[in-house]
């Protein structure tokens, strides 16, 4: 059910890859709850709060890294084994399938996005340009995903402010396997 919310989600069926997570998530299976957090919180914070927080309850270590004001508390959590942080990535599968659905659909690439900048991971956001006061409120009703819903934004590198990710983990998972620690000393 994980993998057709991600799939559904990133591939112009929004509302319908929020069903499939919410189908999971009632299984209590803790990825859907996570991802369903992760794709309508920008668009919808309150209910990704609560999935994302519901998710970190169940000592889901991505969803431990998103919530705010995670910075003291993130230091205090132990930070898993590199093999441990890639089982949370996306299957190389889907990866494989965003990346080329991506490329083939026209409508898509035509959009000003923004792709994550961690290499095992094929989620992209459409960029935007939202003042805070925007981004507190959704176009839609709660719990209602319409064509005017957006993904999430991707969250910017403070030191570089050019890497862009689409979760904390992807993030860190950058950082640990070498790749952006190499170029973000060059990008800022």
Not at 66 to 94: N, Y
Not at 105 to 122: I, P, V, Y
Not at 129 to 158: I, Q
Request: charged share 30%; aromatic share 10%; hydrophobic share 30%.
């Amino acid at each position: 059910m994980y993998l057709l919310g991600v799939m559904l989600s990133y591939t112009g069926s929004f509302a319908e890859g929020v069903k499939w997570f919410d189908k999971g998530a009632s299984l209590g299976d803790v990825r859907c709850i996570y991802g369903k957090g992760i794709v309508v919180r920008d668009g919808d914070r309150v209910e990704g709060e609560r999935c994302l927080r519901l998710a970190s309850t169940m000592s889901y270590y991505p969803a431990q890294l998103e919530l705010p004001p995670a910075v003291k508390e993130r230091k205090q959590l132990p930070s898993p084994p590199l093999d441990e942080l890639k089982e949370h990535m996306i299957p190389r599968c889907l990866l494989r399938y965003l990346r080329r659905w991506f490329v083939e659909d026209g409508m898509a690439r035509g959009k000003r996005t923004s792709h994550c900048w961690n290499a095992e991971c094929g989620r992209w956001a459409e960029k935007t340009t939202v003042n805070a006061e925007e981004n507190n409120t959704s176009p839609n009703p709660p719990n209602t995903y319409g064509p005017d819903f957006k993904l999430s934004r991707m969250k910017m590198c403070s030191s570089c402010r050019r890497a862009k990710y689409c979760s904390k983990l992807c993030q860190v998972y950058d950082w640990r396997v070498g790749r952006h620690r190499a170029e973000c000393g060059i990008l800022s």
